[in-house]
């Protein structure tokens, strides 16, 4: 069984700097690319970055652009966020994704809550 498992959110002041990590762990022979993706309240699922796993391609959303940045590590099946320079709009549920296998998977999510 694939599982994937976030860790790293919480309640961050604004402007503040987490990283939040996908660990992703059971059969594993191969990961084609991850994705972080975020859900505020009432709105829809939108993806934040992704990362290929072969040639550290990546993506970015506008918005986070400048602000966020994606990494792996390919010995931990691990993918990771940094996030810089939280703003209250930053505030949602962010899941991880990825293609393992030919496969898509979905870790359960973590709130980041960015108030004052």
């Known amino acids: 069984q694939v599982q994937l498992v976030e860790s790293g959110g919480g309640l961050v002041q604004p402007g503040g700097s987490p990283r939040l990590s996908c660990a992703a762990s059971g059969i594993i022979f191969s990961i084609n690319s991850t994705a972080w993706y975020r859900q505020a309240p009432g709105k829809e699922r939108d993806i934040v970055a992704r990362i290929s796993w072969s040639a550290s391609n990546t993506y970015y959303a506008n918005s986070v652009k400048d602000r966020f940045t994606i990494s792996r590590d390919n010995a931990k099946n691990t993918v990771y966020l940094q996030m810089n320079s939280l703003k209250p709009e930053d505030t949602a549920v962010y899941y991880c994704?990825?293609?393992?296998?030919?496969?898509?998977?979905w870790g359960q999510g973590t709130q980041v809550t960015v108030s004052s």
């Open positions: 994704r990825a293609s393992i296998q030919g496969l898509p998977f």
